[in-house]
C-alpha cells in the first residue's frame, strides 16, 4: 500500500489475512474452561415474555416479494420478529454437551451480535429501551421513555414503527479465533440484519438500515455509552440502528435522532449491569480495540445511488412455509461429496443474491452491487466444471475483466437468463484449489459449488475507514441469502471465514487492494452427525 492509503483499519485487514505459509494471530490453544458465556444478561431488570411464530406464508412468496399485512408492533409481533430472526432454533445434544444453534448464522456459533429495541407504547409493551434475551425469548426492559423522548424519538414516524438496534461484543469471537475476530463480528452483524429483514417481511414490515447516523448517537441510545454498566475487558461496540415500519407506508429519510439525546437519557433511571462473560481471558487481542476506534463512524450523508435495474428474481421451487424454512436453516458441517444442483435451481439460488429494492434480505434503499461472486463450480447439471464470475452489477463487468487473469475467457454462460451476468473464466475440475485455498477446508470442494465474494476494496475505502465494516456486513447480508436460498433448493449452506485471502487473489490473477475476498461461502447437501440429538426450543411457549 502507498502511504495515502495507509490507515489502522487497511493495517488490520492486510494483518490478519491467513496465509499459506502461515495463520493470522490467534490463541495457541482454547481455554474451554473460559469459554464466553453463550448469553448476555443484565440481571435485576423487568422481563416480558414474548410469543413464537408457527405458519405464515411460503418462503418463495416473501423471496418473490409478495406483501403481507402489516402487523401492529407489541409482544406478539415481536416476538414473531425475533423467534425468526434471532432466536434460538434448537438445542443441540451429544452426550453431556448441550448448546443453543440460533436462526442467525454466526462464526463458530459464538454470536457476538446483541439485539435492542426502543419501543413506542404498544398494546402491551411501555415505551423504553429492552435488550432481548434469546436463551428465553423475553425482553428486559433497561429504562423507560417519558412521553416527551417517546414523542421526539417516534412522533414523526408512521404508527406502528419502532427501532431496533445492533451491537457487537468481540471477545466472544475473539477467545476462538484471536485477531481476525472482528471480520467475523461484520460477517455476524450482516447475517443478522438479513435475517430481520427476512423475518420483518412476514410482518408486513420493512427494515430501514440508518447507516447515516454516527456510532456515538447509537451508543447513548442503546445504553453502551454506559462505562459502568459493562467490564472493561469485555466492551460492547454499536453496529446498526434500524428502523422498522409498516411496508404500506412510507417513511421519510434520512430519519435523526433527536440532538440532545444524550441528555434526556442522562436523566433515566437504568436498571442492570452487564454480565461477566470470562473469568480470565487467557489471551488478549489489543489489535481489535484499536481498530474499533479507528473505524467508529460519524454522522453521514445518506446514500441515494440507484442500481442496474433488474427484472422480478426468478421463482425458487420450494413449498416450505418461511417459518419452517427459516428455523431449519443449519450450517452443515459436511457434504456428501455426490449431490449436486440442478441448472434453473443454480440460476435461481444466484439470482436470489441480486440486490433488489423491497425484497428480503435487502433494504429498501439499495446501492449498486460492490461485491461480486467468484464461483468454483463442482457439481451443477448440465454446466462444466471449472471457475466462472457473477458480477453483481452490470457496472463492475469490464473493471473485472481489466483486472482479473488475462487468460480467463469470459464466455457467458447458455441459456442463463439476460439479466443474470454468469460467465465461465475457464473450464476445469477446481475442487482440489478449492479445498485447498479454504484453509484445506474439504467442504469447500464437495458439495455443488463454492465461491469467494470480491469486494471492490479500494474504491470503498477511499470514502472512510469505517466503510470497512458496512462492506464486510453486506458480505454477511450476502451470505444470509446464501443460506437460506441453498435451503430453498433443498440443500444446505456454510459460510467460510478461514482462507487463503492472498493466494485466491494469485488465483484470480488480482494484484494490490483494488479487489479483496472477504468471505467464502459453499453449498451442498449436508450429512448429518448421528451422534447429536435435537430438541426444540422454547418447551413452555408451545402449544
Same mark, same amino acid.
Request: include cysteine.
Given at each position: 500500500?502507498?502511504?495515502?492509503?495507509?490507515?489502522?483499519?487497511?493495517?488490520?485487514?492486510?494483518?490478519? !489475512?491467513?496465509?499459506?505459509?502461515?495463520?493470522?494471530?490467534?490463541?495457541?490453544?482454547?481455554?474451554?474452561?473460559?469459554?464466553?458465556?453463550?448469553?448476555?444478561?443484565?440481571?435485576?431488570?423487568?422481563?416480558?415474555?414474548? !410469543?413464537?411464530?408457527?405458519?405464515?406464508?411460503?418462503?418463495?412468496?416473501?423471496?418473490?416479494?409478495?406483501?403481507?399485512?402489516?402487523?401492529?408492533?407489541?409482544?406478539?409481533?415481536?416476538?414473531?420478529?425475533? $423467534?425468526?430472526?434471532?432466536?434460538?432454533?434448537?438445542?443441540?445434544?451429544?452426550?453431556?454437551?448441550?448448546?443453543?444453534?440460533?436462526?442467525?448464522?454466526?462464526?463458530?456459533?459464538?454470536?457476538?451480535?446483541?439485539?435492542?429495541?426502543?419501543?413506542?407504547?404498544?398494546?402491551?409493551?411501555?415505551?423504553?429501551?429492552?435488550?432481548?434475551?434469546?436463551?428465553?425469548?423475553?425482553?428486559?426492559?433497561?429504562?423507560?421513555?417519558?412521553?416527551?423522548?417517546?414523542?421526539?424519538?417516534?412522533?414523526?414516524?408512521?404508527?406502528?414503527?419502532?427501532?431496533?438496534?445492533?451491537?457487537?461484543?468481540?471477545?466472544?469471537?475473539?477467545?476462538?479465533?484471536?485477531?481476525?475476530?472482528?471480520?467475523?463480528?461484520?460477517?455476524?452483524?450482516?447475517?443478522?440484519?438479513?435475517?430481520?429483514?427476512?423475518?420483518?417481511?412476514?410482518?408486513?414490515?420493512?427494515?430501514?438500515?440508518?447507516?447515516?447516523?454516527?456510532? $456515538?448517537?447509537?451508543?447513548?441510545?442503546?445504553?453502551?455509552?454506559? *462505562?459502568?454498566?459493562?467490564?472493561?475487558?469485555?466492551?460492547?461496540?454499536?453496529?446498526?440502528?434500524?428502523?422498522?415500519?409498516? *411496508?404500506?407506508?412510507?417513511?421519510?429519510?434520512?430519519?435523526?435522532?433527536?440532538?440532545?439525546?444524550?441528555?434526556?437519557?442522562?436523566?433515566?433511571?437504568?436498571?442492570? !449491569?452487564?454480565?461477566?462473560?470470562?473469568?480470565?481471558?487467557?489471551?488478549?487481542?489489543?489489535?481489535?480495540?484499536?481498530?474499533?476506534? *479507528?473505524?467508529? !463512524?460519524?454522522?453521514?450523508?445518506?446514500?441515494?445511488?440507484?442500481?442496474?435495474?433488474?427484472?422480478?428474481?426468478?421463482?425458487?421451487?420450494?413449498?416450505?412455509?418461511?417459518?419452517?424454512?427459516?428455523?431449519?436453516?443449519?450450517?452443515?458441517?459436511?457434504?456428501?461429496?455426490?449431490?449436486?444442483?440442478?441448472?434453473?435451481?443454480?440460476?435461481?439460488?444466484?439470482?436470489?443474491?441480486?440486490?433488489?429494492?423491497?425484497?428480503?434480505?435487502?433494504?429498501?434503499?439499495?446501492?449498486?452491487?460492490?461485491?461480486?461472486?467468484?464461483?468454483?463450480?463442482?457439481?451443477?447439471?448440465?454446466?462444466?466444471?471449472?471457475?466462472?464470475?457473477?458480477?453483481?452489477?452490470?457496472?463492475?463487468?469490464?473493471?473485472? &475483466?481489466?483486472?482479473?487473469?488475462?487468460?480467463?475467457?469470459?464466455?457467458?454462460?447458455?441459456?442463463?437468463?439476460?439479466?443474470?451476468?454468469?460467465?465461465?473464466?475457464?473450464?476445469?475440475?477446481?475442487?482440489?484449489?478449492?479445498?485447498?485455498?479454504?484453509?484445506?477446508?474439504?467442504?469447500?470442494?464437495?458439495?455443488?459449488?463454492?465461491?469467494?465474494?470480491? *469486494?471492490?476494496?479500494?474504491?470503498?475505502?477511499?470514502?472512510?475507514?469505517? $466503510?470497512?465494516?458496512?462492506?464486510?456486513?453486506?458480505?454477511?447480508?450476502?451470505?444470509? $441469502?446464501?443460506?437460506?436460498?441453498?435451503?430453498?433448493?433443498?440443500?444446505?449452506?456454510?459460510?467460510?471465514?478461514?482462507?487463503?485471502?492472498?493466494?485466491?487473489?494469485?488465483?484470480?490473477?488480482?494484484?494490490?487492494?483494488?479487489?479483496?475476498?472477504?468471505?467464502?461461502?459453499?453449498?451442498? &447437501?449436508?450429512?448429518?452427525?448421528?451422534?447429536?440429538?435435537?430438541?426444540?426450543?422454547?418447551?413452555?411457549?408451545?402449544?
Amino acid at each position: 500500500m502507498s502511504a495515502s492509503q495507509s490507515d489502522p483499519v487497511r493495517d488490520y485487514h492486510q494483518r490478519t !489475512k491467513h496465509r499459506l505459509d502461515g495463520y493470522a494471530a490467534g490463541p495457541d490453544t482454547l481455554d474451554w474452561d473460559d469459554q464466553p458465556v453463550a448469553f448476555r444478561d443484565y440481571g435485576n431488570c423487568p422481563r416480558v415474555g414474548l !410469543k413464537l411464530r408457527e405458519g405464515g406464508p411460503a418462503f418463495a412468496d416473501i423471496a418473490a416479494g409478495i406483501r403481507q399485512p402489516s402487523a401492529l408492533p407489541g409482544s406478539n409481533s415481536i416476538g414473531a420478529l425475533l $423467534a425468526c430472526s434471532l432466536a434460538i432454533s434448537t438445542w443441540k445434544h451429544h452426550g453431556t454437551a448441550r448448546w443453543a444453534v440460533r436462526c442467525n448464522p454466526s462464526s463458530g456459533n459464538l454470536h457476538p451480535t446483541e439485539a435492542y429495541l426502543a419501543l413506542p407504547d404498544t398494546d402491551d409493551l411501555a415505551a423504553g429501551l429492552y435488550h432481548y434475551r434469546p436463551q428465553d425469548h423475553q425482553l428486559e426492559q433497561r429504562t423507560a421513555y417519558p412521553q416527551a423522548l417517546s414523542d421526539a424519538l417516534f412522533g414523526d414516524l408512521p404508527a406502528g414503527s419502532f427501532l431496533l438496534g445492533l451491537s457487537a461484543i468481540p471477545w466472544r469471537e475473539a477467545w476462538k479465533y484471536g485477531e481476525r475476530a472482528w471480520r467475523y463480528c461484520q460477517l455476524d452483524l450482516g447475517h443478522a440484519l438479513g435475517a430481520l429483514r427476512y423475518a420483518a417481511a412476514l410482518l408486513g414490515w420493512q427494515v430501514h438500515s440508518l447507516e447515516h447516523l454516527a456510532d $456515538a448517537e447509537v451508543a447513548a441510545l442503546l445504553g453502551l455509552d454506559r *462505562a459502568s454498566d459493562f467490564e472493561t475487558d469485555e466492551p460492547e461496540y454499536p453496529e446498526l440502528l434500524c428502523l422498522l415500519s409498516p *411496508a404500506c407506508q412510507a417513511v421519510t429519510l434520512p430519519y435523526l435522532l433527536p440532538e440532545d439525546l444524550s441528555g434526556q437519557l442522562a436523566g433515566l433511571v437504568w436498571q442492570g !449491569k452487564a454480565n461477566r462473560l470470562s473469568g480470565r481471558h487467557l489471551y488478549q487481542w489489543p489489535i481489535i480495540d484499536e481498530t474499533v476506534r *479507528a473505524a467508529m !463512524k460519524p454522522r453521514t450523508a445518506l446514500v441515494t445511488e440507484i442500481p442496474s435495474p433488474l427484472p422480478p428474481p426468478l421463482g425458487l421451487d420450494c413449498e416450505l412455509s418461511a417459518v419452517d424454512l427459516i428455523q431449519r436453516r443449519r450450517s452443515a458441517q459436511a457434504f456428501d461429496g455426490s449431490t449436486g444442483l440442478d441448472r434453473d435451481a443454480f440460476f435461481a439460488l444466484l439470482d436470489h443474491c441480486l440486490p433488489r429494492a423491497g425484497l428480503p434480505p435487502w433494504g429498501e434503499q439499495v446501492e449498486p452491487a460492490q461485491l461480486h461472486l467468484i464461483l468454483f463450480v463442482h457439481r451443477v447439471e448440465s454446466l462444466q466444471k471449472g471457475l466462472y464470475a457473477l458480477p453483481r452489477d452490470l457496472h463492475a463487468l469490464e473493471p473485472l &475483466k481489466t483486472a482479473m487473469r488475462s487468460e480467463f475467457q469470459w464466455q457467458a454462460v447458455a441459456d442463463c437468463p439476460p439479466h443474470l451476468p454468469l460467465f465461465q473464466l475457464i473450464g476445469a475440475d477446481a475442487r482440489r484449489t478449492a479445498a485447498r485455498l479454504a484453509c484445506q477446508q474439504a467442504i469447500a470442494a464437495n458439495g455443488a459449488f463454492s465461491l469467494a465474494m470480491l *469486494a471492490e476494496f479500494d474504491q470503498v475505502m477511499a470514502v472512510g475507514s469505517w $466503510a470497512y465494516r458496512r462492506l464486510m456486513t453486506k458480505a454477511g447480508l450476502l451470505g444470509q $441469502a446464501l443460506y437460506l436460498g441453498a435451503e430453498a433448493s433443498g440443500l444446505q449452506g456454510t459460510g467460510i471465514g478461514c482462507f487463503f485471502d492472498d493466494g485466491l487473489h494469485e488465483l484470480f490473477g488480482l494484484q494490490g487492494d483494488e479487489y479483496q475476498v472477504l468471505y467464502q461461502f459453499t453449498v451442498g &447437501k449436508g450429512t448429518p452427525d448421528s451422534r447429536i440429538t435435537n430438541q426444540l426450543p422454547y418447551p413452555e411457549l408451545r402449544g
